[in-house]
Nanobody, 121 residues
């Protein structure tokens, strides 16, 4: 388990963009699988995106394909979620997650505290 800290959430209008960041502790970040989840009021937590340690095989939920991009900068121990063309239904608390064993598919065991994303119409 490692410490994960999300940042970049906020209030935006529909059609706008945000970039979330997730800073991770640990000297072996380059081998972590990373992911983003979200949880909206009254709904279960859902997977949004994930990226392998190599960055070659990102995956996305159908609801965000073509709008969101997950990436990582291993030199900065940071993962990102670029969110474009935001919709009100994207409103949720977004959580960063890590599988420090680098499994694919990941089995996430480390979680950030969450950052609120609110999209107004």
């Amino acid at each position: 388990q490692v410490a994960l800290v999300e940042a970049g959430g906020g209030l935006v209008q529909a059609g706008g963009s945000l970039r979330l960041s997730c800073a991770a502790s640990g000297r072996t970040f380059s081998r972590y699988a990373m992911g983003w989840f979200r949880q909206a009021p009254g709904k279960e937590r859902e997977s949004v995106a994930a990226i392998s340690w190599s960055g070659v095989i990102p995956s996305y939920a159908d609801s965000v394909k073509g709008r969101f991009t997950i990436s990582r900068d291993n030199a900065k121990n940071t993962a990102y979620l670029q969110m474009n063309s935001l919709k009100p239904e994207d409103t949720a608390v977004y959580y960063c997650a890590a599988d420090i064993a680098g499994r694919w598919p990941p089995a996430f065991g480390s979680w950030g505290q969450g950052t609120q994303v609110t999209v107004s119409s």
